[in-house]
């Protein structure tokens, strides 16, 4: 069993800021790759932001210089600081992990989400 436990979400007017943070806990032998996807009404998921063990950052296009991503590898936490919000920002965020379990098996699990409203 593994959970990924989100906060951080809310209404935030444009021009804010917002911290998103997960914190992954259960069964799991190696924490890979942690991030954050988002989905707005009527659009497909897609990736915000990632970053891997070692540190290594992706990120979107639409936020890249908006956006920090973060993790804490000894506590198994991941957080995505956004600036400057724009209503286009409005989605649910999904706290992602990629992980090995104790028999050496991958598997991506994503979080129940966490709604992010930007008024204009």
């Known amino acids: 069993q593994v959970q990924l436990v989100e906060s951080g979400g809310g209404l935030v007017q444009a021009g804010g800021s917002l911290r998103l943070s997960c914190a992954a806990s259960?069964?799991?032998?190696?924490?890979?790759?942690m991030g954050w996807y988002r989905q707005a009404p009527g659009k497909q998921r897609e990736l915000v932001a990632a970053?891997?063990?070692?540190?290594?950052?992706t990120y979107a296009n639409s936020v890249k210089g908006r956006v920090t991503i973060s993790r804490d590898n000894a506590k198994n936490t991941v957080s995505l600081q956004v600036n400057s919000l724009k209503p286009e920002d409005t989605a649910v965020y999904y706290c992602?992990?990629?992980?090995?379990?104790?028999?050496?098996?991958?598997?991506?699990?994503w979080g129940q989400g966490t709604q992010v409203t930007v008024s204009s």
């Open positions: 970053i891997t063990s070692g540190g290594t950052t």
């Open positions: 259960g069964s799991i032998f190696r924490l890979n790759a």
């Open positions: 992602y992990i990629h992980y090995d379990n104790t028999l050496g098996y991958a598997f991506d699990y």
